[in-house]
């Protein structure tokens, strides 16, 4: 089973403003792309399962590894990125032809939450240049499964 969609976004809204710092996951005071992701999980599914280990800015630029796709896959529910819909954690390549390195939660078919360098966590359009980007699509878990 997997989370309601609108408690995802619920808490997902509540890190809106948060500024942007690399590595951080701490609502209000800072996160990355992927502390946003942490810090909804630990609102709605509790203890993350996993520690995250230190990671560079430029972590995704070399091999061919799909580590955060990897890493969501042990704890997430993965779908079809076509069928993602709000709710869903989505992974984006930002490089053609790069790994998967920035994370966004899907809030309505055309928006979406994410921590982004300098503007920190936003929700904005899922325009046709950022959709094009979507990777892979996860689903949160249930927290009573």
């Known amino acids: ?13 509540e890190w809106l403003g948060t500024p942007y710092h690399d590595q951080a ?14 810090g909804v999980w630990r609102q709605i599914v509790g ?3 996993t520690e995250i280990p230190p990671y560079g800015r ?8 799909e580590v955060l796709a990897e890493g969501a896959r042990q704890w997430m529910l993965e779908i079809d990125p076509l069928e993602a ?7 984006f390549r930002m490089r053609e032809n790069g ?6 939660i899907l809030t ?6 994410h ?3 300098r503007l920190g966590v936003i929700e904005q359009p899922l325009t046709t240049a950022w959709r094009r980007r979507i990777a892979f699509a996860f689903l949160y878990p249930n927290p009573d499964t």
């Open 1 to 13: 089973m997997t989370a309601d969609p609108a408690i995802v976004i619920a808490a997902a809204r």
């Open 25 to 38: 996951s701490t609502i209000g005071a800072g996160c990355d792309c992927l502390g946003l992701a942490r």
């Open 47 to 49: 203890r993350e399962p």
């Open 58 to 65: 430029g972590w995704g630029e070399v091999g061919q590894r």
């Open 85 to 91: 819909g709000p709710g869903a954690a989505v992974l």
């Open 99 to 104: 790994i998967a390195k920035h994370v966004g």
């Open 108 to 113: 309505g078919p055309d928006s979406f939450i």
């Open 115 to 117: 921590s982004y360098e």
